[in-house]
């Protein structure tokens, strides 16, 4: 070879400057941005899905925490319902219970009206005067 060869365009290309290998260099660099773009696009994808399961599990737990607030709500109520029921029923039984005292006192007065009645005849008839 002499000096010539070596400093010919031909030589280089053959060696590192073909067109082919150029390609080939672009074509795994293309590749290698594109896996990390590939990359990237996945992290954020896990990074969303991550936060939407965040979001959710927390969401589930609000909800969970709402029916069992519900369901101690309605117990009260249940609980308060009753227990006013229980005092309405009380109220009706004294008042029951009152009136039907009121009616043996009024009968116990009536009897006791006419036995003084009888007995203030009989003393009438027998001449004993009460005043």
């Known amino acids: 070879m ?20 150029e390609d080939n260099y672009t074509k795994v ?21 991550n936060e939407r ?14 029916k069992k607030i519900q369901i101690e709500t309605t117990k009260l ?3 308060e319902q009753d227990r006013n029921n229980e005092e309405e029923m009380s109220k009706r039984r004294q008042k029951l219970f009152d009136e039907k005292t009121k009616i043996r006192r009024t009968r116990n007065t009536d009897r006791n009206r006419i036995k003084t009645k009888k007995l203030m005849q009989k003393l009438k008839k027998e001449g004993v005067s009460l005043d």
């Open 2 to 21: 002499n000096f010539e060869d070596y400093r010919s365009p031909k030589r280089f290309d053959s060696v590192s400057n073909s067109p082919e290998s």
């Open 29 to 49: 660099v293309r590749q290698y941005k594109n896996d990390d773009s590939k990359i990237e696009e996945e992290e954020e994808k896990l990074k969303r899905q």
């Open 53 to 66: 399961d965040r979001i959710d599990f927390w969401n589930n737990k609000i909800e969970k925490q709402k």
């Open 77 to 79: 109520e249940r609980m």
